[in-house]
C-alpha cells in the first residue's frame, strides 16, 4: 500500500475558494478524496494549508494535515506531508492527486502505479490520447513526447504545450496526476526550476532535465479539471448526473 496525497489551497486566481466549491452536495476537495479513497491503494491524505479545508475534509470523515502556506507548487507540499506522516521513509511511492480533478476515475489513480513496477522509474504520470482536433493546438493542453516501449506505457521526453511530435501519429494529452519514487521527490524539491520548465510552466520538465526517468500509463479519459466558474458548472452537470 502507498500514500495517496491531495495537495489543496484556498488561493487560486481565476476560481478562488475552489477546493471548497460545492460539487453534487460535498466540497470539491471531498469529492476528489472520495475518488482517491474509491481507488483503494492506501490511506488518502489531503495536504493543506488552510483550516477550512482541513474542516471540510474531517467533517466528512477524511484525514488532513497542514502545511506551510508558501509553497509553490504541490510537489513541494506533498513533500512536507509525507516528511511529517512518514519520517521514517516506510512508504517508497507516494501518489499526488491534484485537488480539482473531482471526475478523476480511481481506476486511473490505481493506474499511475503500473509504470512504478520499474524500479527505474522515479515518476509516474498519465496520458490519454488526444481526440478533438481543437485540443491538438490548445496551449492549455499540455502534450507528452514519448515512446510507447510496451502497449500503453510510455517513457517519457518531453511535455509541451505546442502541437508535438510533428508528422502523422497520435498525440498524447498529460493527466496530472504522478506517482514519485520517493528518494526522486526529495532530490526533485531541492532543485531549482529549471529552464524549460520556466519556459514551457511546466513543473515536471525539472526531473526530466535532472535526468529522472518518467514513464506514463495510458488510459481512455481525460479527467475534468476544475480552473473557472464554466468548468465548475461542467463539474457539478457530470457529478450531479452521476449520483
Not at 41 to 52: F, L, M
Not at 56 to 85: F, K, N, P, Q, W
Not at 87 to 93: A, D, L, M, S
Request: negative net charge; glycine residues 6%.
Amino acid at each position: 500500500m502507498t500514500l495517496v496525497l491531495i495537495p489543496a489551497r484556498l488561493r487560486a486566481t481565476r476560481l478562488p475558494g475552489k477546493p471548497l466549491a460545492e460539487i453534487a452536495g460535498l466540497p470539491m476537495i471531498v469529492q476528489v478524496m472520495r475518488r482517491a479513497e474509491e481507488a483503494a491503494i492506501g490511506e488518502v491524505v489531503v495536504c493543506t494549508d488552510a483550516e477550512e479545508i482541513a474542516q471540510a475534509v474531517r467533517a466528512h470523515g477524511g484525514r488532513a494535515v497542514m502545511t506551510r502556506a508558501d509553497h509553490e507548487s504541490g510537489s513541494d507540499r506533498i513533500h512536507e506531508a509525507i516528511e511529517a506522516l512518514d519520517p521514517r521513509g516506510t512508504q517508497e511511492v507516494v501518489v499526488n492527486v491534484q485537488g480539482d480533478l473531482p471526475t478523476i476515475a480511481p481506476a486511473a489513480i490505481r493506474a499511475v502505479l503500473a509504470v512504478m513496477e520499474e524500479p527505474e522509474v522515479a515518476l509516474g504520470t498519465l496520458v490519454a490520447e488526444i481526440h478533438r482536433a481543437e485540443d491538438r493546438t490548445a496551449s492549455q493542453v499540455v502534450k507528452m513526447v514519448g515512446t510507447e516501449w510496451a502497449p500503453g506505457r510510455f517513457r517519457c521526453h518531453y511535455f509541451t504545450r505546442a502541437t508535438a511530435p510533428w508528422g502523422e501519429g497520435p498525440l498524447w494529452h498529460h493527466i496530472g496526476l504522478y506517482a514519485w519514487r520517493r528518494e526522486a521527490l526529495r532530490r526533485f524539491v531541492a532543485l531549482p526550476p529549471s529552464v524549460l520548465e520556466r519556459r514551457e510552466k511546466l513543473e515536471q520538465l525539472r526531473a526530466i532535465e535532472a535526468g529522472m526517468r518518467v514513464d506514463a500509463q495510458a488510459v481512455d479519459d481525460v479527467p475534468l479539471g476544475v480552473d473557472t466558474p464554466e468548468d465548475l458548472e461542467r463539474a457539478r452537470a457530470l457529478l450531479g448526473a452521476a449520483a
